[in-house]
């Protein structure tokens, strides 16, 4: 069984930046790609970042340019830098791991205005 723990969540003014963390626990870490999605109140969660596991990447239209998602398979983790946040970026961030659709228990960002 995988575990997957997020960290790094927040409150922070727009313009601002957080540096999400998903520590995973197992061995298929680096077999799979992973991913960091959102969900805000009232919406569907959504997909925002993906990296495989040769590190090749993408990311949603909304957050290109701004966000950054990065693995150590040594170190079992994945990240989500996010700079120039927005309110709009409030949400529970979650991360997943695509080969076993575990997710993590999510984080919560807050984007002041």
């Known amino acids: 069984q995988v575990q997957l723990v997020e960290s790094g969540g927040g409150l922070v003014q727009a313009g601002g930046s957080l540096r999400l963390s998903c520590a995973a626990s197992?061995?298929?870490?680096?077999?799979?790609?992973m991913g960091w999605y959102r969900q805000a109140p009232g919406k569907q969660r959504e997909r925002v970042a993906r990296?495989?596991?040769?590190?090749?990447?993408n990311y949603a239209d909304s957050v290109k340019g701004r966000f950054s998602i990065s693995r150590d398979n040594a170190e079992k983790t994945v990240y989500l830098q996010m700079n120039s946040l927005k309110p709009e970026d409030t949400a529970v961030y979650y991360c997943?791991?695509?080969?076993?659709?575990?997710w993590g228990q999510g984080t919560q960002v807050t984007v002041s205005s």
């Open positions: 990296i495989n596991n040769m590190g090749y990447t």
């Open positions: 197992g061995w298929i870490f680096s077999s799979s790609a």
């Open positions: 997943n791991l695509e080969l076993k659709g575990y």
